[in-house]
């Protein structure tokens, strides 16, 4: 744990702060003693684990990478963290983010980009770009993500390492800030599919803090090689077909196809919605559900507050301070889209999209048992141009945001050399997800 945390400090931008150093010491020596004494250990006890830093845990500050809440301190611990704690893992470093989930390049960030664990010309992806290196880089075991559109499989993707986005509710929100509630999901990152399964075991289940979870029942390890029953894999030709798709990504995605053909499965093509459609509908509903989420900032019960004549005006400087340029046009957006005259026209037809999505995926299963896709449909940008074009960057998310509004467990695997393949399974089937994974393997 030493050398660890000796490492993330070399490498700063993975991590920002640095106050659970002396705890995980602590903590890691009461494992050691336990060793020494004969007595056995749980499976995860004294493994270390990075938190986004979206995520409450007592004794630390909770950033979200923003200047907003750079002296905000966590007033307790998420249910997810706490049930790692509980198993004897150890939080050693809080990761850095885009700010408030907002990006796709852990560009917006008050710390400074992070750097892609395979090239550190390229960006790591957001938002969890500092949970997808620092695992990639083995400075952790395994992180802690939140995704909310793609934020764990696609930093995942790009940097070399398998990230889950459980189904919606598997795993209690409580803790994690809030950034769009309807499609926010806690997701671990690590480097097999067997370290997934364990933290989601451990972590999944009904919270009476989080009024969306439902009780589920753990994946049984030994389970995962039970492949048998996947007999359909089905892909989203439209989208493949696509101009915009990079070529080495869709060499890779269809290598894959061919290999799992050659398992004897059966693999038929889909029709998807465009990724217009999918990425227009996501954001007109996250820019809304943040807006409204974002509108307890204003400086009077938590975060940096700047004082001015009276308390419209201190409301208005705080928050045009304090949010970043990319969180300022996710909040104007949102207001615009709820606001009368515009929310039937605009809100109300994403909810009915998105409704449209929820049956689309319920036709597709009674057909196939797996939907296969691409992370992305391009490469990771360089440092530094990732969010020069705000729409580019909405648009990287065409392959991650369905699933999400679908609210469908989704794992991202290293396949090929390009960024990733994801694996998606019907609701609540989170096991058939691992199991399918451990296939490709
Ligand atoms: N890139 C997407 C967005 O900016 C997803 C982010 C996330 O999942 N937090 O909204």
Known sequence: IQQRLDLLKQNSHGSVNSLLDSYALERAQAVDSKIA????????????????????LQGTYTTASSTFLKQYKSAYTASAIQKLIDAGAIPIVKENCDSFGHGSSNENSIFGPVNNAK???LVAGGSSGGSAVNVAKDFTVFSIGGDTGGSVRQPAGYNGVYGLKPTYGRISRYGLMAYASSTDCVGPLAKS?????IVLNTISGKDVKDQTTYESVPIDE???????????????KNLIDNDAMDP????DFMDTLDKIKAKGIEVKPLDFLDADTLVSTYYILAMAETASNLSRLDGSNYGN?????????????????NFSEESKRRIVGGNQVLSQGFSDAIYLKSLAVRDKISTDFERFFDDVDIVLSPVTPGIPPKVGDGLKDPMAMYLSDAFTVGFSLGQLPTLTVPQGTATGIQITAAKTDDERVLQFAHLLE
């Open 248 to 251: 080495s990504i869709k060499a």
């Open 37 to 56: 004494k004969g007595e056995s250990i749980g499976l995860l006890e004294g493994i270390p684990f990075g938190v986004k830093d979206v995520f409450m």
């Open 222 to 236: 030994a389970s995962l090689s039970h492949t048998g029953g996947i007999k359909t894999v089905g892909y989203f």
């Open 119 to 121: 090239d550190s010309a």
């Open 305 to 321: 507050r700047i004082s001015a004549e009276n308390l419209i005006e201190s409301y208005a400087v705080t928050r045009s301070e």
């Open 193 to 197: 599919v067997e370290d997934i399964c």
